[in-house]
């Protein structure tokens, strides 16, 4: 089955920029998300890209997709303390929001100041 | 956007008791509702697959007279933890999604507590 690897954790200074790493094994994979979650609630979607493409960049966010190493990243710039919380890369199959997530295991960040 | 709306979002019951979780789609019919357990400092489990008006689909090692999921239209799925027992006390976590864009959407969880 779909395995997906996440380093456990990550401290960084604020105003510093943070990688967060992915890697997974289903080449078939054809969405592939980053999710935040802080303590005690929901996912909240902070982005995704096509399998297709190897980069996309939003406001402080950039995302790195190296298809043929199965390698996912995610780039915060300027780090803020409000950016402490667990991230979670995720991937689907098919190209519809009715396709089932596999979640990687979650990075915890940590911004100390 | 979409918002997926998930109640009740604590719940704190006796052992032996059954539990009904809703999620619901505010501002869009989803075809496709997932539902999934998280426990603490781990990452999400998908427990099932729900599609409006079919019996849902559940993953391997999930009990499904345990955990009972109906999907009556569109907008709503429930989960129902019957006779919920101190090891059910996990966070649980609904999604909703459509075939035809991306991406799903997620609702803000349950806190489960049995004593």
Known sequence: GEDVEQSLFLSVREGDSSVINCTYTDSSSTYLYWYK???????QLLTYIFSNMDM???????????????????????TQTGDSAIYFCAESQGTGGGNKLTFGTGTQLKVEL | GAVVSQHPSWVICKSGTSVKIECRSLDFQATTMFWYRQFPKQSLMLMATSNEGSKATYEQ?????KFLINHASLTLSTLTVTSAHPEDSSFYICSAGRTVDQPQHFGDGTRLSIL
């Open chain 1, 37 to 43: 979650q802080e303590p005690g609630a929901g996912l």
């Open chain 2, 61 to 65: 090692g999930v009990e499904k007279d």
């Open chain 1, 56 to 78: 996309k960049q939003d406001q402080r966010l950039t995302v790195l997709l190296n298809k043929k190493d199965k390698h996912l990243s995610l780039r915060i710039a300027d």
